[in-house]
Structures are given as structure tokens and as C-alpha cells.
């Protein structure tokens, strides 16, 4: 189970975060994922490609996402 470190493009501050692939609709890579930060309880949108590394993040919810992981 992949643990990520990245921030949070809301506040910034620093996120980890375990995702798998069941987390994500691996029809279309990168595939996104939404991201509830622990810090400020927003939600963002994470894109990963077929490693689970993160492409990029979006501020808002997009389209497409299955799941949502709480950060720790
Ligand atoms: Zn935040």
C-alpha cells in the first residue's frame, strides 16, 4: 500500500496519505482521486498515473473520482 507525501493546494500545509488501486478507476490514467485534508477539511483532486504517483491536483472535485482518502 503506497504511502504518499505531498501537500494540500488549499493550505499548503503537509499531507500523507496510503492509496491503492481500488481507490481509483483505472480505465483513464491519470485517474483522479479526491483528497480530504486533514488540516483545513477541504477537498481536492488528485490525479495518479499507473504507479500511483501523483500527475498533478486541482483545488475543486472533478469528475471521474471513486473514492475519497482522508489524510493523516
Ligand atoms: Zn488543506
Known amino acids: 500500500m503506497p504511502l ?4 494540500c493546494p ?3 500545509k503537509k499531507i500523507i496519505f ?4 481500488d ?14 485534508c486533514k488540516s ?3 477537498l481536492s483532486t488528485f490525479y495518479v ?7 498533478y491536483k486541482e483545488l ?3 469528475l471521474g473520482g471513486i473514492k475519497t482518502i482522508e489524510t493523516k
Open 49 to 55: 498515473d499507473s504507479l500511483l504517483r501523483v500527475s
Open 23 to 36: 481507490d481509483i478507476n483505472s480505465n483513464q490514467y491519470p485517474a483522479p482521486v479526491y483528497i480530504k
Open 10 to 12: 488549499h493550505c499548503n
Open 4 to 7: 504518499r507525501f505531498n501537500t
Open 18 to 21: 496510503k492509496i491503492e488501486m
Open 40 to 42: 483545513c477539511n477541504k
Open 60 to 62: 475543486d472535485k472533478k
